[in-house]
């Protein structure tokens, strides 16, 4: 049984297995993720769910069941996930995780209404929660682990940043609401108005629904614009120089470029051309 039940936990998890049919497997379930975020852009053309609803409807029953079961799965060889927990807290520890969250609200908008009544308007947002589904593909894209790796390194130094911006953005919020106010008091009502003009002027979007109009608002909201420039490309600096130096280190412990796996039975790695 423990062989059979390690067999399907390789199965369900490509980058671990050696065999064509992890491969496989893994494939089909990163499409059929793909399909769902397809059928959900299809879903929201009238037409196109008037005359195929029905084939829409059969596609997202089919793809629960699909993901229901691999849900399911997940739970059951949690343990060999996290060897070093007991079978009960390891699979706790997989259904709290972020990506087994991911499975069960992926799953959440199909079974909900079956078992509780909503009203239309829960029923839209639950089917706009399909789109976790993309998610999923983390699971099966090694680009995505390497950028989420890079985020767990780098998040103090992200930190950083975004709390030096929250400064600058309440302090310059501040600033032009006391400077703008008198001058227009319908549209700096308050410092939460202002923190609206401040936003979009750090970010350099500029809607131009609200500006200032005094010389002092003038340069003050230029400065910010130039500031902004460099704020907004900072987070941006450090997760390139990261991802650069992640790669790097990648391409520096296999110059070869030869694809890497663990072995099922011994857990040590295997090279593959």
Same mark, same amino acid.
């Given at each position: 049984?423990?062989?059979?039940?390690?067999?399907?936990?390789?199965?369900?998890?490509?980058?671990?297995? %050696?065999?064509?049919?992890?491969? *496989?497997?893994?494939?089909?379930?990163? +499409?059929?993720?793909?399909?769902? !975020?397809?059928?959900?852009?299809?879903?929201? *053309?009238?037409?196109?769910?008037?005359? *195929?609803?029905?084939?829409?409807?059969?596609?997202?029953?089919?793809?629960?069941?699909?993901?229901?079961?691999? *849900?399911?799965?997940?739970?059951?060889?949690?343990?060999?996930?996290?060897?070093?927990?007991?079978?009960?807290?390891?699979?706790?520890?997989?259904?709290?995780?972020?990506?087994?969250?991911?499975?069960?609200?992926?799953?959440?908008?199909?079974?909900?209404?079956?078992?509780?009544?909503?009203?239309?308007?829960?029923?839209?947002?639950?089917?706009?929660?399909?789109?976790?589904?993309?998610?999923?593909?983390?699971?099966?894209?090694?680009?995505?682990?390497?950028?989420?790796?890079?985020?767990?390194?780098?998040?103090?130094?992200?930190? !950083?940043?975004?709390?030096?911006?929250?400064?600058?953005?309440?302090?310059?919020?501040?600033?032009?609401?006391?400077?703008?106010?008198?001058?227009?008091?319908?549209?700096?009502?308050? +410092?939460?108005?202002?923190?609206?003009?401040? !936003?979009?002027?750090?970010?350099?979007?500029?809607?131009?629904? +609200?500006?200032?109009? %005094?010389?002092?608002?003038?340069?003050?909201?230029?400065?910010?614009?130039?500031?902004?420039?460099?704020?907004?490309?900072?987070? %941006?600096?450090?997760?390139?120089?990261? =991802? =650069?130096?992640?790669?790097?280190?990648?391409? %520096?412990?296999?110059?070869?470029?030869?694809?890497?796996?663990?072995?099922?039975?011994?857990?040590?790695? +295997?090279?593959?051309?």
């Amino acid at each position: 049984m423990s062989k059979i039940k390690q067999s399907i936990y390789h199965l369900i998890d490509g980058n671990r297995g %050696t065999h064509k049919a992890d491969a *496989y497997v893994d494939m089909f379930i990163s +499409i059929l993720i793909l399909l769902n !975020v397809v059928a959900i852009f299809l879903g929201t *053309y009238q037409e196109i769910e008037t005359a *195929y609803g029905f084939y829409l409807d059969a596609f997202e029953f089919f793809s629960v069941c699909v993901f229901l079961v691999e *849900y399911i799965v997940r739970i059951w060889t949690a343990d060999l996930l996290y060897p070093e927990l007991s079978k009960t807290k390891a699979r706790l520890k997989f259904v709290f995780s972020f990506f087994g969250l991911i499975d069960f609200f992926a799953l959440l908008p199909f079974f909900l209404p079956l078992v509780m009544k909503v009203d239309l308007r829960i029923i839209r947002i639950l089917r706009l929660l399909r789109l976790i589904r993309i998610f999923k593909l983390g699971r099966h894209s090694k680009s995505f682990k390497l950028f989420s790796d890079v985020i767990r390194e780098i998040r103090f130094d992200l930190l !950083v940043t975004l709390f030096a911006t929250f400064i600058l953005l309440v302090l310059s919020a501040t600033i032009m609401y006391f400077i703008e106010n008198e001058a227009q008091p319908d549209k700096f009502t308050n +410092i939460g108005e202002a923190l609206w003009w401040a !936003v979009a002027t750090l970010t350099t979007v500029g809607y131009g629904d +609200i500006f200032p109009i %005094t010389g002092m608002g003038k340069v003050l909201s230029s400065f910010i614009a130039l500031l902004g420039i460099g704020v907004v490309a900072l987070p %941006t600096a450090i997760i390139s120089s990261a =991802i =650069i130096e992640k790669m790097a280190a990648r391409k %520096t412990e296999n110059p070869s470029g030869e694809a890497i796996c663990e072995c099922p039975h011994c857990g040590k790695e +295997i090279k593959q051309s």
